[in-house]
């Protein structure tokens, strides 16, 4: 009685794939292309992250400086008088779009100024004006509005809008998104490219194996899904290869990124120079959300990619078949 065919064992390698795409080069040059991808992403998320912290922070203030302070103004009525920085303070409460209007501390002053005039700043020669730090409440108030009734009720007063600056800062950001996308592009073609020249090499290395598998009956569509599967493990493994060799580099830009983001750096710094846990801590309390959300899907990207371009090539490849 004759025996029945045998099957081939599960891992049964009948066009040498092992051999035709080597399990080396192709996830290394992945990975390299999803390094480059990942810091795409973060420069495009950080960009993001930078606007909405302009636009909740410097966009929602404005800056109000009353020269002469201290020069008492006469109150209508019969109440005390007031400086001319408590008129200032008035008025901006009473505005409509005002949150909030504090005049800087004496102390504050020098700190602004130290950086420019050093310790000297602590007590200048000359008399420096009054600065309010206004805090805004919805679309803020009319600028133009509030500096007419500062400049009737505290001659002299001037009211400096952040709203300029954030704008350019804002079309700034937005320019380095789209610089950011573009490499994700380039980056994308070159992972593509990369994949079909080695699965194009693949096949021109097992032609023989691969005319006689394919005489004998294999479908094209069997050979395409056999190189397509070996091709979406290989650009996987580069893509979670460059994915993980990113975070550290992530990490480290975060940890340089972390002062422009927090609301206290000067009282920060200290402290994360000491504790290496809490430095780690708000560095990945600094990276968006979306790139938590972006790495994982390097390697998923990766697969696919590998997938697509391997079916696609290794089809195109047989159709020139004899």
Same mark, same amino acid.
């Given at each position: ?79 005390? /008088? #007031?400086?001319?920085? &408590? ?20 102390? /504050?002053?020098? &700190? ?67 610089? #950011? ?22 096949? @021109? ?5 691969? /005319? ?18 070996? #091709?979406?493990?290989? #650009? ?46 708000? @560095?990945? &309390?600094?990276?968006?959300? /979306? ?32």
């Amino acid at each position: 009685m004759a025996k029945p065919p045998s099957r081939p064992p599960a891992r049964f390698d009948a066009l040498g794939l092992r051999r035709a795409l080597g399990d080396r080069m192709l996830p290394l040059l992945v990975a390299a292309m999803a390094f480059l991808a990942a810091l795409a992403l973060a420069g495009s998320a950080g960009a993001a992250a930078l606007v909405r912290h302009w636009q909740e922070g410097a966009a929602a203030a404005l800056t109000v400086q009353v020269p002469d302070p201290t020069t008492p103004l006469p109150q209508s009525g019969d109440g005390p /008088e #007031a400086t001319r920085v &408590d008129r200032a303070l008035q008025v901006l409460r009473a505005s409509p779009g005002v949150a909030g209007a504090r005049a800087l501390s004496a102390a /504050e002053l020098a &700190d602004l100024l130290r950086p420019w005039l050093g310790d000297a700043g602590a007590s200048p020669a000359l008399p420096l004006p009054a600065v309010v730090q206004v805090h805004l409440s919805g679309l803020g108030p009319d600028v133009q509005a509030l500096q007419a009734r500062l400049q009737v009720a505290v001659p002299g007063t001037l009211v400096e809008s952040h709203g300029t600056w954030v704008q350019r800062l804002a079309v700034l950001a937005e320019s380095l998104q789209v610089c #950011a996308w573009l490499v994700l592009v380039v980056v994308v073609a070159v992972a593509t490219a990369v994949i079909a020249v080695a699965t194009r090499a693949g096949l @021109s290395a097992r032609r023989d194996s691969i /005319e006689i598998v394919h005489g004998l009956g294999a479908t094209d569509g069997y050979i395409a899904a056999r190189f397509a599967r070996r #091709a979406t493990w290989l #650009a996987g493994l580069g893509g979670l290869l460059g994915a993980l060799a990113a975070i550290p580099v992530l990490l480290a830009l975060a940890s340089l990124a972390a002062p422009f983001v927090s609301a206290a750096p000067q009282e920060a710094a200290p402290t994360l120079a000491g504790d290496p846990v809490r430095l780690l801590a708000d @560095s990945l &309390d600094t990276l968006p959300a /979306e790139l938590w959300l972006g790495l994982p899907a390097l390697p998923v990207a990766a697969a696919l990619i590998g997938l697509l371009t391997a079916q696609a090539t290794v089809r195109r490849w047989l159709k020139r078949l004899p």
